[in-house]
Every structure is written in structure tokens, then in C-alpha cells.
């Protein structure tokens, strides 16, 4: 029958025609012979099957099954449609089958994150990429500094930028600001100048490159001596503290602009320094970025170039 459908395009197509859910419920009624075996292949309650073959029925204008002792039986008319809508399921099968070689597939992008950066920067706007790009599937993983279960198309670092066989692209983080909860310097008193720092304890991350030297030497101060330093194992941490009011901290600017801007950290006399270090989104070099990765790259620089860091 189907060998004849070429010579039908000519010709307008009834203007009823059952559901493809219809056809299925008659076919596999047809093979189970009840409704209840049709709706447990079909994942579909036995009022429901029982509804898509009236539907059916009513459009061919006849009963397509008895009831005997044995369950459902095909009539006469049921014979003669049963084996035609069979043969165009497994048509319209082989048809979505045919084009799954044209079909273009997600792009998927897979980044390693460090989490400061991702709690902090990315997560909070990254809506608005997704919101532009719906068609690319972004994965985001920990980034792990001496290899990984899966390979990434790109990771973000933090450092000076140079990384062998990396290509680097600069976000932000160089532009890095002293900061402290009011309720510190409400108990021991402003800060005017570094030297004041000497009465306060800081908060310090070891493993972070921002170090107190460095911002003492961009401060022009020879040796900078705090009440004591409190060390913390994440960095997250270190902004927490500062949060609570436990001492002063270094953090690039980008990372806390909601804590400034709604006065839970403030800048004392507008201290901080400019350092070599920040974050960088970096690919393999020995390949070209994907066409996905080009587009969210560029996503990524502009959102950084428009909080108009000091760069």
C-alpha cells in the first residue's frame, strides 16, 4: 500500500485523520488484545486508551473491535485497518530514522570552574548567556590543577596569565581592594592610612598569590605588622570572615561589588593595589575553539570589560 504513495501526493488528503497516538493504540490493542496490556506498553491509563480508539473509530465510521471470551478481537473492519496503520508507524519510524543523519547536534561546552569564581562571578549572571544562547549545553565541573576524569574545552585560572600550552584570555581580578565590615572598624576605630592596618587583625589565604607584601609594596610601606593574621584553607572563607567582621581582607574588587554596594564591606580610604594576578578563561592552544566556545568567550570579556574594573 505504502508503494502507492507517490501517486497520491497528487491528490488532498482526507480531512480527518487519526492521531499517530491513535494508530499506536490500535495496533498494540491489536497485539494485546485488551486495553489495559495497550496501556501499560503505551504508559498510558485504560480510560485513555480506551478514549484514543473511540477517537479513531469515530473517524473511520466503525467498530475495529469485539469483545469475546478472549478479550479483544479485530472485526472485519478492524483487519482491514490494522495492517495499514501498522505499515505507517513503521514508516513514520523509518522516516524520523532516515533524517537523524541531518539532525545537528547540541553543542556542549565543558568548563572547569574554580568555585570562588563560579559562586561569586559566573553563576549569579550566567542566566543571561543562557538566555541568549539556549542552543549550546554548558557543563560546569571543579577545576582540578593536576588532571581531570573528563578533558575541558576551557578553564578558568587564576594567576599572571602565562600557562604552557594555554591560551589566556583576561577577565578581571587585578584591580584588588581592602576591605572590612563596618562593625570592625566601628570597634577599633578608621583606617586613614596603611599604617593604621598595624591595629587590626587580617584575613589570609595562603596559597592565593595576593599577598600583604604585595599590597604593602604597591603602598610604598616597608613592613607591614597586623594585630595577627587568621589563615583560612578556602578563599571563600576569607571573604565570609571579613563579612563577619573578624579583620581585614584582600579580595579583588569584582568579587565582593554586591557586599560594597550595600554597605556589608566597605573600602577604608579607598585602599588597595593593582596586582599581576587575576582571572583568566584559558583553551589548549594546539586547537581551535569551537564555534560555542568562541561566542561565550566573547560573552565572558564583554561582561568583564562592562564592570569597568581599573584595568
Given at each position: 500500500m505504502l508503494s502507492d504513495a507517490p501517486s497520491l501526493l497528487s491528490a488532498p488528503l482526507p480531512r480527518r485523520l487519526p492521531s499517530t497516538m491513535g494508530l499506536r493504540v490500535v495496533e498494540a490493542v491489536a497485539r494485546h488484545g485488551s486495553c489495559s496490556g495497550a496501556a501499560d506498553e503505551l504508559n498510558l491509563t485504560q480510560s485513555a486508551v480506551s478514549k484514543q480508539l473511540r477517537g479513531v473509530e469515530q473517524i473511520v465510521g466503525a467498530s475495529l473491535f469485539a469483545r469475546n471470551r478472549r478479550g479483544l478481537e479485530p472485526t472485519e473492519a478492524g483487519h482491514a485497518f490494522i495492517g495499514p496503520a501498522r505499515e505507517v508507524l513503521v514508516a513514520l519510524a523509518s522516516a524520523v530514522g532516515g533524517v537523524a543523519g541531518f539532525r545537528q547536534e547540541q553543542p556542549m561546552l565543558r568548563l572547569h570552574v574554580l568555585p570562588i569564581l563560579g559562586d561569586r562571578w559566573l553563576v549569579p549572571r550566567f542566566s543571561r548567556f543562557a538566555e541568549e544562547h539556549p542552543e549550546i549545553d554548558v557543563q560546569f565541573t571543579?577545576?582540578?590543577?593536576?588532571?581531570?576524569?573528563?578533558?575541558?574545552?576551557?578553564?578558568?585560572?587564576?594567576?599572571?596569565?602565562?600557562?604552557?600550552?594555554?591560551?589566556?584570555?583576561?577577565?578581571?581580578?587585578?584591580?584588588?581592594?581592602?576591605?572590612?565590615?563596618?562593625?570592625?572598624?566601628?570597634?577599633?576605630?578608621?583606617?586613614?592610612?596603611?599604617?593604621?592596618?598595624?591595629?587590626?587583625?587580617?584575613?589570609?589565604?595562603?596559597?592565593?598569590?595576593?599577598?600583604?607584601?604585595?599590597?604593602?609594596?604597591?603602598?610604598?610601606?616597608?613592613?607591614?605588622?597586623?594585630?595577627?593574621?587568621?589563615?583560612?584553607?578556602?578563599?571563600?572563607?576569607?571573604?565570609?570572615?571579613?563579612?563577619?567582621?573578624?579583620?581585614?581582607?584582600?579580595?579583588?574588587?569584582?568579587?565582593?561589588?554586591?557586599?560594597?554596594?550595600?554597605?556589608?564591606?566597605?573600602?577604608?580610604?579607598?585602599?588597595?593595589?593593582?596586582?599581576?594576578?587575576?582571572?583568566?578563561?584559558?583553551?589548549?592552544?594546539?586547537?581551535?575553539?569551537?564555534?560555542?566556545?568562541?561566542?561565550?568567550?566573547?560573552?565572558?570579556?564583554?561582561?568583564?570589560?562592562?564592570?569597568?574594573?581599573?584595568?
Open positions: 571543579n577545576f582540578v590543577a593536576h588532571g581531570t576524569a573528563e578533558a575541558a574545552d576551557a578553564t578558568f585560572r587564576f594567576g599572571e596569565g602565562d600557562w604552557p600550552g594555554q591560551q589566556a584570555d583576561y577577565l578581571f581580578g587585578r584591580d584588588v581592594a581592602l576591605v572590612a565590615a563596618p562593625d570592625l572598624l566601628a570597634r577599633l576605630g578608621p583606617i586613614g592610612d596603611v599604617g593604621d592596618i598595624a591595629r587590626f587583625p587580617v584575613l589570609d589565604h595562603p596559597p592565593t598569590p595576593l599577598r600583604w607584601g604585595e599590597f604593602a609594596e604597591a603602598n610604598t610601606v616597608a613592613d607591614l605588622v597586623p594585630q595577627r593574621v587568621i589563615r583560612f584553607g578556602f578563599y571563600a572563607l576569607v571573604i565570609r570572615a571579613a563579612i563577619a567582621g573578624q579583620g581585614l581582607a584582600l579580595v579583588p574588587r569584582a568579587l565582593v561589588v554586591e557586599e560594597l554596594s550595600g554597605g556589608r564591606l566597605v573600602n577604608p580610604a579607598g585602599l588597595g593595589f593593582r596586582s599581576r594576578h587575576g582571572y583568566w578563561l584559558t583553551r589548549p592552544a594546539d586547537r581551535p575553539p569551537s564555534p560555542a566556545l568562541v561566542l561565550l568567550r566573547d560573552w565572558l570579556v564583554a561582561e568583564a570589560v562592562g564592570m569597568q574594573e581599573a584595568r
